[in-house]
């Protein structure tokens, strides 16, 4: 600025305008997976840039803007350059919500709680517990005033909403069936259907009003059920039931044998008489016919060892005893006509070969007729068939399949289980455990008289020949009372309670009685098994002969009748077999060799004579009795 300088003093004010210059503010946005504390554009992505003016050198504070879901940064303040290039940079951090996330019903774990920056991928998750199946998820996971959401999938993956989440995993039980199994038992019991962590009470067997819903029957160590169910089984070999009905019968049997008793006494009293009447008459032929009838030794060459009694051979003891009885009153003939021939002495009775006929020649004694008919009753009584009991088994419990036959219960009655199937829609099954009645194995026992009078027979020697078994026990269940192998707290025996030693040591002659045999296992079930014991008396006795005996010798048996030998009509002339089993026997006579040879043991004779008390004397009353005897009892012991 130039001009002259006035005639007066003059004030200049110099006055000036500053330059502008132009800055920049950036606006940078967290990226979802940048890292907070690293300010770069790996982390961060721009949102925003202002460019602004300032005068040069003047310093300027930019705003900060508010972006939902971000934190905003701190102001900052700068000199504006006159180059333009100043620049302010804001970076806007993502801000932090949590993800709360609730276990409900039938959740074990949820996964996936935590705190997330906003707009960043949350995925959420949650372990089901056993016998559960997934329900769904129920919250706010989209944040603001919108209220629960329900998601039905599991594996949940959202964006984190400007706002806290809190989501909770629900779950439901699984609903299963409980089904029941009698396990070889028979009836029905409703299956149970029910929810996983709901408890169940296990049913009895036995229903409010009494009865049973499962029932199982055996009958020695057999399951019968089915047979008693279906009435296969009558209800009177039912454990229980017969001992109601015994007093009723032992009434009647009593009144029974009283009457037959009398009606015996009666009878055999009229039959004596007519006996000894009969007796004296026989004796009196007899009388005359032994005068009539004898042979001469001498007339015959018989000198009363030239010839021996015939042994019998396998031959003569295949013929039917009753048919030698049947036609032995041919030979008494001969013998009553032997008066015909030139014998006048008795014969040897070691010489010839014997045919026997029993005839009543032998006056009765009546008192020992009645003595004899009472024994025979008691005996009868006490010898009554042993009767085969059917007993009921003892509901234990119940058990899986893998327990079912271990006989051990995992669960009673009345027990409170839960939880015994994890799978939805899914069914289980327990068996019902039994506890069957211990059962004996024994067989009828033989004993001699000296045996019973001594004191062997005891109760010990009983028990020794039979066993006693039990499945839930173990085997064998030893006699007397001992700790049960599967509970030694309690006990098991096998006795004979109603054992009376005085009932053998006191017996003068032959007796049969029956022994309870009984076995006890550690829940109580008892079983009974009836055996007979017989005692024979063994001691030999000389019997005097009820009828008449008749001999021939070989030399007769060829004579015909007039001379001495057999009627033409004798059984022994017209039976081939009969004719060739005696002509053995002489011929067997001649060279001293029996044709068969037997080694019979004394239990086995017993054996014999109980054979032929209940079949008879050789087929009388079974056509191939004979025929067994001989195959079950000679042929075994024979040693030539």
Partial sequence: YERSMPAYNMTLTLTGVLDEAVYTVHHWKQKTTGIASTHDDKN???AETE???????????????????FDSPKTQTKAVTADGKMVIDYYYERHLYNVTLNAGTGIEKTIGAGPYRYGQSVTIDANVKEGYHWLNWTGNYTGGSGGDQTVDTKKFTFTMPAGNVTMTANAEANRYTIHFDPNGGAGHIDDIETTYDTEVTLPDVWNADGTAAYVKYTLDGQNVTDGVISGAIPK?????????EEEEDTEIEDTEIEDAESDDVENNDTEIEDAESEDTEIEDAETQDDKNSVIDDEDTGN???????????????????SGMEDNSDEAAETEADSDDTDATDETDLDGDAMLEKRTEDD????????DADLDKTEEDKKAEAPKKKVYAS????????????????????????????????????LYAV??????????????????????????????????ATDREDGSPILPGTNPAPSDPEVFTSFTIPDYQAG??????????????LTVVDHTGNTYVKQIMVYVVDTTPVVEKPEGKTRFISEKYFKLDHEHGGLEENSIWMTDADYHSALQKAFDNLKNDTPEDEFLIPHETILEMKQYIQDHGIGNSKEPDALTEFYNRFMAPNKVR
């Fill in 434 to 467: 039994w506890d069957d009645c211990p059962w004996i194995q024994a067989q009828d026992l033989y004993y001699t008289l000296e045996q019973a009078q001594s004191g062997f027979i005891t109760e010990e020697e009983i028990l020794s020949h039979a066993t």
């Fill in 51 to 69: 460019t602004k003016k300032a005068q040069i050198g003047s310093k300027v504070t930019p705003a900060v803007k508010t972006y939902t879901g």
């Fill in 44 to 46: 961060y992505e721009l």
């Fill in 303 to 321: 000198d009363g060892n030239d010839a021996d009694i015939a042994d019998v051979s396998k031959s003569a003891d295949d013929m039917d005893e």
């Fill in 363 to 370: 006056a009765v004694d009546m008192d020992a007729l009645k």
């Fill in 394 to 429: 003892i509901f234990m419990g119940w058990a899986l399949e893998d327990g079912k036959d271990t006989f051990i219960p995992k669960w009673k009655a009345g027990d409170i289980v839960q939880n015994l199937v994890a799978e939805d829609g899914g069914e289980i099954t």
């Fill in 236 to 244: 009177a070999m039912m454990a229980g039931y017969e001992e109601e």
């Fill in 503 to 516: 009932e053998f040591t006191n017996l003068q002659h032959d007796f049969a009685t029956s022994e309870n």
